[in-house]
Every structure is written in structure tokens, then in C-alpha cells.
DNA sequence: TGGTGAATTCATCGCTTGCTGAGTTGTATG
DNA sequence: CATACAACTCAGCAAGCGATGAATTCACCA
């Protein structure tokens, strides 16, 4: 039952033509300590976060993280329960939101920017942010996350702050700030947002969260 | 060289199990009017709204147009120049955009929301704003139709209005909020976003419009 | 020391994709 | 009436897709 494969472990010559690009395993585990798993969802957050679920193969994937495609299978079943890990949006943002209001009214909307831009600045969290915005127009359960996400961390951070008429429409159209200059800052990348400096961008934008938080004419 | 196809005219005897469910055509040209570029040009849009570029083939098109799927290459060449041409936004937006505009600036910001919202509503150009929206998160092309068009649009009727520090920055903020309510309204589908009255959704948005309009404070 | 199970590669299957060329029918032009 | 071109369908190709199963190698535990 254990008969060689068609092509036994032959050495390999080794012709001059092949420069052995991404280093060849030959098969089998490999020794020492096992963090494969961990390094194919980095590459499927890196590959999602820059072109989106459709246009992100799983052999794609498997390259990035230089291992078999077979590999991302074997872990984690399929594509699509693959992309469903790599939405998991680290718990940066209702910390700091929550942080960010825990602090006196005044300048509470400016804050929330900054901490905002400030999880979407960190490196380790951005890739799973990007994809789960970049695929929120295209992918139900991408949206569905960033949808509960938004409302959630927010409400979470202010529903002791907002009183008043329609917090849920409130709450909604702060979410919709941010989404939005995430949007244009990152995504569609409308010029000049994304080479502007949080400080700036707090500035401009503090006022607007202040106003769903504390409305001057209530809604007729 | 003009020998019958394997498959002579014979006129199909129709054994009752075929409902013949899309009308076939027996080949050739149809005779009467052609207005078979436009229909798929429309079945393009509305593919393209629903699902994204890249989860939308070429045979889903050609079956929602009910042509065949060499007709479409036949009109457009690739699948790209197709969603290339289903981009094209209709002339409403900077139209409606302008006539908002143009009145008094009491109530401005509530205005423009409202032409907004009004071109979203339209049943006529949905289909195109909506693909150049979904699409705009995957397809470079896509986002900078909506980076020029959001750009372009809101600077030809504001320009005049407009003034005083980073204007550029002002008017990217405002077309940031317009585009970020559609992605809630529309794609996201943020609750209670989606089933707010242009009206609320006015009276809400168009506070932080004149806020970009005129800062009560100047960026320090 | 032997055996079980996890990690890894390889080869491949079945399917869908975008696209093409050949052939057929209609319309228009001389 | 003949020629030419535009519209249209059919059949199929080459490439890429997600997924699977067998084979191989290692780690670990009894």
C-alpha cells in the first residue's frame, strides 16, 4: 500500500535554468514549530484588503503565504469560511472609542475621529479593515460585519452621551461619517483626504459628530 | 464553403417537455428595429448594480438581456469595455446638484441633500450610480468615475459659494458625506438609514453640509 | 519503538470564465 | 439582382477557478 509516488524523491539535477524561486518543499510536514495557519490568514487579509474577495484566487493566497494551495483547505475548508476569519476585526475600535468617550463633552467628536483614523492607521489592524470594507459592497457577510461593527462599538461608546430624539438615526449617520472618510480616504481615495492629517481631518469633522450629538434645531 | 451546419433547419419536432422558456431564435439577424446594443447596455447595469464586476459574467448579461453571449463581445469587444461603458452616469446629478445651488443659501445644505437623494431615487439611473458605487470599492476605474464625478459635480455648483481656507478639503468633505449616505442608505443598508425620509435625512445632513460650507471655527 | 494523527505537497477533477471563428440571416446599396 | 455589411447563434477553446484524495513526512504519546 505504501508504493512510490510516479516520480520518486529523485535529487533533482538541478539544471542551471531553475533559480528555485520560492523555495520548493519537497512534501511533508515540515519541522519545528507549526504557524502556517496564522501565516495564511495574514496572506488572505493582505490579498482580500488589496483586490477584494472575487478577484482573490486561493492559489493566490497560498503563494503569498508560500505554501501549497492545498494547505488553505486543509485549514480552513473553504474560500468563503476563510474570508469569513479574516473579517474578524480586532477589538481595537470599541476600546478606543469607548476610551475616547469616556472623557469630557467638549471635543468628544474630534476625539472619536482620532481614534478612529488611529486603529485605521495601526498596521496590524488595517488589513482586516480594509477587506471587510473593500468587500461590504459586494459581499453580504462582509457588509453584515461592518454593519454591526459600526453600530455597535458606537452604541456602545456613546449611548450613555445621546439623548434625545431619533439616536438610532444618530448613531447611524456618525457611523456613516466614519464609514464615509474611511472610504474616501482609503478606498477611493478622494483627493486631498487621504493626505490630510488626522488633526486636520478631527478638526473639520469633531464639529459634525458634536452636531448628530447634540442637535441645535431638533428635527421638525 | 456554404455547407448546412451539422445541425440542418429542421424544424424541431418540440416534444412537450421543452417549454421553450426564453424564446429561442433560430439565428441570424431578427428583422425590425435594432435595439439590442442598448438591452444589453440596460441588462449590463442592472447585473453590474446588483452583484459587482467580478461576480457578474458575460452569460448572466447576455441571458438578463435574452441575446446570445457572443453578441455582447460582438457590440462592446470585452467584458471591460462593457462595464466600462455601464459607468457612464447619467447628466442628472451635476444638473440637480447646480439647480440646488443656485437659490438662496439659507437651507443649502439641506438642499443639496435633497437633489441627492432625488438622483438616487430616480428609477432611470439607478442601476448606473449604484454599479459605479458597488463597483467602486474593486475596480480602479470605478472609483475614479466617482472621484471625478463627486469632485467635479460639487465644485461646478459650489465653487462660487464656497470660500475661505482648504476649500478643496471642504468640498472632498462634502461629497464624502453625500457618498457615504448612499453607501449606508443603499449598499450597506445601515439601519434606519434605508428607510428614512429624504425629508429627516435632510433636515439631518444638511446642518453638516453648511458646516462645511461655513466653519463656525476656522481650522487652527 | 511503534503507531496515530497532523502538516504538507502533488496531481487532478469538474466547472465556469472570457473570448473567438465560422456560419446564417436580415438590411441596405449599387 | 448581386454584393456587402451588420446582426445574430452555435460550438468550442484555453485558462483559471475551487475543491478533493492520495501519498509523504514529521511530532508526539503510549
Known amino acids: 500500500m505504501t508504493l512510490p509516488r510516479?516520480?520518486?524523491p529523485e535529487p533533482q539535477p538541478q539544471p542551471p535554468e531553475t533559480p528555485q524561486p520560492p523555495q520548493r518543499h519537497p512534501g511533508g510536514r515540515r519541522p519545528g514549530e507549526n504557524r502556517t495557519r496564522e501565516q495564511i490568514l495574514d496572506a488572505a487579509r493582505?490579498?482580500?484588503a488589496e483586490r477584494g474577495y472575487d478577484a482573490t484566487s486561493v492559489r493566490r493566497i497560498a503563494e503569498t503565504a508560500g505554501v501549497d494551495q492545498a494547505l488553505v483547505h486543509h485549514f480552513y475548508g473553504t474560500k468563503e469560511k476563510l474570508f469569513l476569519n479574516a473579517l474578524e476585526i480586532p477589538l481595537r475600535m470599541p476600546?478606543?472609542?469607548a476610551e475616547a468617550a469616556a472623557g469630557d463633552r467638549v471635543g468628544l467628536?474630534?476625539?472619536?475621529?482620532?481614534?478612529?483614523?488611529?486603529?485605521?492607521?495601526?498596521a496590524s489592524a488595517r488589513p482586516a479593515m480594509m477587506t471587510t470594507l473593500r468587500s461590504a459592497a459586494t459581499h453580504r457577510s462582509a457588509a453584515a460585519v461592518l454593519r454591526d461593527y459600526a453600530k455597535g462599538s458606537i452604541r456602545e461608546a456613546l449611548g450613555k452621551v445621546i439623548t434625545g430624539e431619533d439616536v438610532e438615526l444618530r448613531i447611524a449617520l456618525i457611523a456613516t461619517t466614519l464609514i464615509g472618510l474611511s472610504l474616501t480616504r482609503h478606498l477611493v481615495r478622494l483627493d486631498p483626504v487621504p493626505d490630510t492629517s488626522p488633526q486636520e481631518l478631527a478638526a473639520r469633522l469633531g464639529p459634525v459628530i458634536d452636531l448628530h450629538l447634540d442637535p441645535v434645531t431638533p428635527a421638525a
Chains 1, 2 share one sequence.
Not at 467628536?109 to 495601526?122: N, P
Open 6 to 8: 510516479s516520480t520518486p
Open 46 to 48: 493582505e490579498c482580500f
Open 95 to 97: 476600546e478606543a472609542l
Open 109 to 122: 467628536g474630534s476625539r472619536i475621529v482620532l481614534a478612529h483614523l488611529r486603529v485605521w492607521e495601526d
